[in-house]
């Protein structure tokens, strides 16, 4: 007879990845386009299904086109398309507990005619699909034939937990004299901040804020634009329950429309957000690594299998602070910064290095509004300013190989971004929320399955005396002489909660009865 049980999850990781080739018409209420200087794009946080072994997840992707009109004032355009990708070819039972990353890049927008725009750029995803159907299976200890005693050790392995969006709604008032004759909003942008989760009964608290920029400007043209920053903090509690008590925990909080509207000499914000948390749980099963039996011929498959245990889950902020010379950013110097916006990506992980340390590396691409007032009509301009961005992982390592490789998912939000230039120097400043998670893949040796021969004949009753050799252990006796461990410890007076795999359990034995 054969026996096999498989009892971990596997991951597979597939990236895909497709162009981004829209084209928009402007309403009828907004002037026409004179000259495109940006375009803002936002990815929606997916919702996933898994059906006949093909994942597929969707979304909307939503464009803000800031632009120079007709009559060279400052004007926005939204506009909003759906995404989908789906991933065939994968296990029947793969299953939606999954991590899945959507980002755009090298995004742009030009006008094809004064009122039609086309928006073109690339979106990538990355999967990481667990399914419990992994290619490999192996014997567990409480799934060993009765006939069969073995010797089992403990295999770590990753359980990912993930709920589907939900979404929420923040109100906020910006009290503030504009002190304009004719005001109007530009544009506003929002990013969220997550500041900590907890787990409170299984049900993922998520807390932070929302920035939200506002781009005012006067009509009678007597100023130019300027940002308006409001921080507006939110706590949140998913519907479901999620997580245990030791659980690690993170959350991704993405707002997906923002309106912003001006009454009364102050600005009443209206944003919705969406919500994805995610919990890694370190389950263990008792693998068996070496199989016999004392009434049976026995023939193992051994199998060499890949489990993963988590690393590090968690929300966290970090500050950054770049200085650039007037000519490295392309900026002449009577030039003056009406805005500046900021996206970021999580592009890879760095394994390893002193101290244990891991790293997310990254893209943080700077968006700058400038203008020349110095005539009757500013001139404005944008420009693109791309830095890179690393995050240290502080934390002990766990007994794992140094050259498993990770699975990393990460998603990084700019907010609360502002720029500086005196005319010599630009200073650009951001915050980056990071939620991300980082999975360790752990080759382990394992008892994929057993074939079980004919019982051997019962001998006549004897007691027989073997003497130990140098470094056999009570485990390596049994399997020698093919009888069970009880039975001998029982006949010796060994403890029976000794380790039988070590050379100690048969510490001061000069013979065995057998």
């Known amino acids: 007879m054969a026996y096999e049980s498989d009892f971990y999850i596997a991951r597979i990781e597939k990236e895909d990845s497709k162009e981004i080739n829209e084209e928009f018409v402007l309403p009828d209420y907004q002037p026409e386009v004179k000259k495109i200087l940006t375009c803002r794009e936002a990815v929606s946080l997916p919702s996933v299904s898994v059906e006949a072994g093909s994942v597929t997840a969707e979304g909307n992707l939503r464009f803000n086109v800031i632009y120079v009109g007709n009559d060279n004032d400052l004007y926005s355009a939204q506009f909003e398309c759906g995404y989908s990708f789906s991933v065939p070819g994968l296990p029947q039972d793969a299953?939606?507990?999954?991590?899945?990353?959507?980002?755009?890049?090298?995004?742009?927008?030009?006008?094809?005619s004064p009122r039609r725009i086309s928006v073109r750029g690339r979106l990538k995803a990355l999967f990481a699909v667990q399914s419990k159907d992994g290619d490999?299976?192996?014997?567990?200890?409480?799934?060993?034939?009765?006939?069969?005693?073995?010797?089992?050790?403990?295999?770590?392995?990753?359980?990912?937990?993930?709920?589907?969006?939900?979404?929420?709604?923040?109100?906020?008032?910006?009290?503030?004299?504009?002190?304009?004759?004719?005001?109007?909003?530009?544009?506003?942008e929002s990013n969220a901040f997550v500041s900590d989760t907890d787990?409170?009964?299984?049900?993922?608290?998520?807390?932070?804020?929302?920035?939200?920029?506002?781009?005012?400007?006067?009509?009678?043209?007597?100023?130019?634009?300027?940002?308006?920053?409001?921080?507006?903090?939110?706590?949140?509690?998913?519907?479901?329950?999620?997580?245990?008590?030791?659980?690690?925990?993170?959350?991704?909080?993405?707002?997906?429309?923002?309106?912003?509207?001006?009454?009364?000499?102050?600005?009443?914000?209206?944003?919705?957000?969406?919500?994805?948390?995610?919990?890694?749980?370190?389950?263990?099963?008792?693998?068996?690594?070496?199989?016999?039996?004392?009434?049976?011929?026995?023939?193992?498959?051994?199998?060499?299998?890949?489990?993963?245990?988590?690393?590090?889950?968690?929300?966290?902020?970090?500050?950054?602070n770049f200085a650039?010379?007037?000519?490295?950013?392309?900026?002449?110097?009577?030039?003056?910064?009406?805005?500046?916006?900021?996206?970021?990506?999580?592009?890879?992980?760095?394994?390893?290095?002193?101290?244990?340390?891991?790293?997310?590396?990254?893209k943080i691409v700077f968006k700058l509004i400038t203008a020349d007032d110095s005539n009757e009509c500013a001139d404005y301009e944008c420009k693109e300013i791309a830095l890179p961005f690393k995050y240290d992982i502080s934390r002990e390592m766990r007994a794992i190989s140094a050259d498993s490789s990770s699975v990393l998912f990460a998603n990084a939000s700019a907010t609360r971004t502002i720029a500086r230039y005196d005319g010599e120097r630009i200073g650009l400043d951001t915050e980056l929320s990071i939620a991300f998670f980082i999975l360790k893949r752990q080759k382990n040796m394992g008892i994929a399955s057993i074939v079980l021969g004919e019982k051997t004949e019962k001998k006549d009753e004897c007691v027989r005396i073997i003497y130990p050799t140098v470094g056999e252990s009570l485990w390596s006796v049994a399997k020698r002489m093919r009888l069970p461990i009880s039975s001998i410890a029982a006949k010796n007076g060994i403890a029976t909660d000794t380790e039988k795999d070590s050379p100690q359990s048969l510490s001061g034995v000069r013979y065995l009865v057998i």
């Not at 016999?292 to 051994?302: A, D, G, L, Q």
């Not at 110097?333 to 592009?347: D, G, L, Q």
């Open 95 to 112: 299953s939606i507990s999954d991590a899945i990353s959507v980002n755009a890049e090298s995004v742009n927008a030009k006008a094809v």
């Open 324 to 362: 650039l010379s007037a000519s490295e950013a392309g900026i002449a110097k009577e030039r003056k910064i009406v805005c500046s916006f900021a996206s970021a990506v999580c592009e890879k992980i760095s394994v390893g290095g002193e101290n244990g340390r891991e790293s997310i590396i990254g």
């Open 136 to 188: 490999e299976e192996c014997i567990t200890e409480s799934s060993l034939p009765p006939s069969c005693e073995a010797l089992c050790k403990s295999v770590d392995y990753t359980r990912v937990v993930s709920l589907d969006c939900e979404m929420f709604e923040l109100a906020d008032e910006v009290v503030n004299d504009i002190s304009a004759e004719a005001p109007r909003v530009i544009c506003c």
């Open 199 to 320: 787990n409170v009964n299984g049900r993922v608290n998520v807390r932070g804020e929302v920035t939200t920029d506002i781009l005012v400007c006067d009509d009678t043209r007597d100023e130019l634009p300027r940002i308006i920053r409001r921080k507006t903090p939110f706590a949140y509690t998913m519907s479901e329950g999620l997580a245990r008590e030791n659980d690690m925990i993170c959350a991704v909080v993405t707002p997906t429309a923002s309106e912003c509207r001006i009454e009364d000499g102050g600005i009443l914000i209206n944003l919705c957000c969406s919500v994805k948390a995610y919990a890694l749980s370190l389950e263990s099963e008792m693998v068996c690594t070496d199989i016999y039996s004392p009434r049976n011929e026995i023939t193992p498959n051994e199998s060499v299998f890949d489990t993963y245990i988590p690393i590090a889950c968690d929300n966290k902020n970090m500050s950054l």
